[in-house]
């Protein structure tokens, strides 16, 4: 037993005589568009694991830890970016449209320049 889009994989994979031609109701609609998605390579994770960590936090016990997260809904929908300073318990959330880095860029872009001329105008 298969599922139907199991057997609409098949024919789009060329593993039928049957083309997709054939199928009356699956000409009338036209493929969905795909936005390409950023994504980072794996290889900037090398060394990033938590047995690095502790050995860090070992040799730096007075530095401060700060934890950062995706919380993500639905898929391809809005999520959150949360930063956890733990000694303070305190925890900023952000909103963002997608899940991508370049978000994640904007949003310390957008810090950083808020709290620069926050400095800049307490001095």
């Given amino acids: 037993m298969c599922s139907e889009k199991t057997i609409y994989n098949y024919i789009d994979a060329c593993l039928f005589d049957v083309r997709n031609i054939d199928l009356p109701r699956k ?3 036209r493929e969905r568009y795909k936005k390409p998605e950023f994504k ?5 994770r090398i060394g990033r694991n938590y047995e690095s960590f502790g050995t860090f936090v070992n040799k730096n016990p007075d530095i401060a ?6 919380v993500i809904g639905t898929k391809g929908g809005k999520c959150l970016l949360t930063i956890h300073f ?11 449209e997608a899940n991508t880095s ?3 860029i904007d949003i310390f872009n ?3 320049k808020t709290l620069l001329s926050t400095i800049k105008q307490a001095f």
């Fill in 65 to 70: 830890i700060v934890q950062m997260d995706s």
């Fill in 102 to 104: 370049k978000s994640v």
């Fill in 110 to 112: 957008h810090l950083d």
């Fill in 86 to 96: 733990v000694d303070t318990s305190l925890m900023l959330a952000f909103l963002r």
């Fill in 40 to 44: 980072v390579e794996k290889g900037c």
């Fill in 27 to 29: 000409v009338k609609f």
